[in-house]
């Protein structure tokens, strides 16, 4: 233990003495101040103007011959649409079937998987292109305002309401069989769960929307 003693306490007010500085030395260190201010202003600047793109920041980074989507981790994924249905149209029954299916697919595919549900809007093009072929050829006034009067409900239709839509995603990794597990799935589907193929411009589509959820798809 230190005694009181042998601590000394210097008292004297010349033992720290400041060094004085020229009127030269204290210009150059506030230019040198402001000059560091200034380039950490223009590195905040830069900052804020390199953003990174949704190419940079997506795990995304290719399509494969098969158009499944290659990944940056080495994985792979792929989407197929699930045949929906009018749940509320079955009676208890039909409930049940489906839900024991449902249970079979569960367990008669092992590999993981997503589902995704999703709203796309309601595409009448065909039914419009139809119209207008028959207004073109027709010559009858009476029903010109009839067929004019339902591509009018089609466009509104259109631009209005979606369609519920639900899709599977599933994975893969470098060393699985990719053909192996597409075909598990397609053998595991039944009557309540069934596939459809999309094309590779539906699927961009879907990824599009994940990653902006709150962009209109047309």
Do not use: W
């Not at 998987?113 to 050829?137: A, G, H, W, Y």
Request: hydrophobic share 30%; glycine share 0%; proline share 1%.
């Amino acid at each position: 233990m230190r005694k009181f003693e042998n601590i000394k306490i210097n008292t004297s007010s010349n033992s720290k003495e400041k060094k004085k500085i020229t009127k030269e030395e204290k210009q150059r260190i506030k230019e040198e101040k402001k000059l560091k201010r200034e380039e950490n202003k223009n590195l905040r600047k830069a900052d804020k103007e390199v953003l990174k793109s949704n190419k940079d920041l997506l795990d995304f980074y290719d399509i494969d011959d098969d158009d499944s989507i290659l990944m940056k981790n080495g994985r792979a994924i792929d989407l197929f649409q699930i045949d929906s249905k009018d749940i509320y149209s079955f009676d208890e029954e039909e409930t049940k079937q489906h839900i024991f299916n449902y249970i079979h697919f569960l367990r008669d595919y092992v590999y993981d998987f997503k589902i995704i549900p999703m709203s796309f809007p309601v595409n009448t093009t065909e039914q419009q292109e139809f119209i207008k072929r028959r207004l073109n050829n027709c010559n009858n006034e009476f029903y010109r305002k009839g067929l004019e009067e339902e591509l009018k409900k089609l466009r509104e239709l259109e631009e209005k309401e979606q369609d519920k839509e639900f899709y599977i995603m599933i994975f893969f990794n470098e060393e699985d069989n990719k053909n192996d597990i597409i075909r598990s799935l397609f053998l595991s589907q039944n009557i309540a769960v069934r596939f459809i193929q999309m094309d590779i411009e539906k699927k961009l589509k879907i990824l599009f929307k994940i990653n902006n959820p709150n962009t209109k798809l047309t």
